[in-house]
């Protein structure tokens, strides 16, 4: 049983690091501001903005500034510079390659849900199994418990 328990767990972490969204082609005119967006951007202007920030990335992600009109694109996203500050980005919609928007995965949420239901009975029966070996009429052998401060209340 700890075994399932183990891969439960590294399931569910898995699950949860990508997300409950995913990000399906859109047409560019589809876009706005306020929208989170992936884009791939063709090889030439790539190089372009290579010079400039000094990394080459052919495709970034996103959010679609109110400078996005029909003749360009406006993003803020999250620079790979080891900054945790958002760089400003505009490129003509020439250069861009594709365009992807970002919506719910309803699968992917509904197994997260359940992969967790899983891990939860899972633990909740380890948890009965283990308080369970005291021998009869023993109950918990509570010498063996460590006291976990998680919340406190005094009357």
Do not use: K
């Amino acid at each position: 049983m700890h075994r399932t328990v183990m891969w439960s767990v590294a399931a569910l972490a898995a699950l949860s690091m990508s997300g409950c969204h995913r990000y399906v082609e859109i047409a560019p005119e589809m876009v706005s501001p306020g929208d989170v967006i992936r884009v791939t951007l063709d090889r030439q202007e790539a190089l372009r903005l290579a010079g400039e920030r000094g990394e080459l990335q052919e495709e970034l992600t996103g959010t679609a500034t109110q400078q996005t009109d029909e003749r360009r694109l406006g993003m803020s996203y999250v620079g790979t510079r080891g900054s945790d500050f958002r760089d400003y980005l505009e490129v003509q919609w020439d250069a861009v390659q594709r365009v992807e928007g970002q919506e719910i995965s309803w699968v992917r949420t509904a197994g997260l849900g359940a992969l967790a239901a899983v891990v939860t009975v899972a633990i909740l029966e380890i948890a009965d199994e283990s308080a369970g070996q005291g021998g009869e009429g023993g109950g918990i052998n509570e010498s063996q418990w460590t006291r976990i401060p998680f919340w406190s209340l005094r009357w």
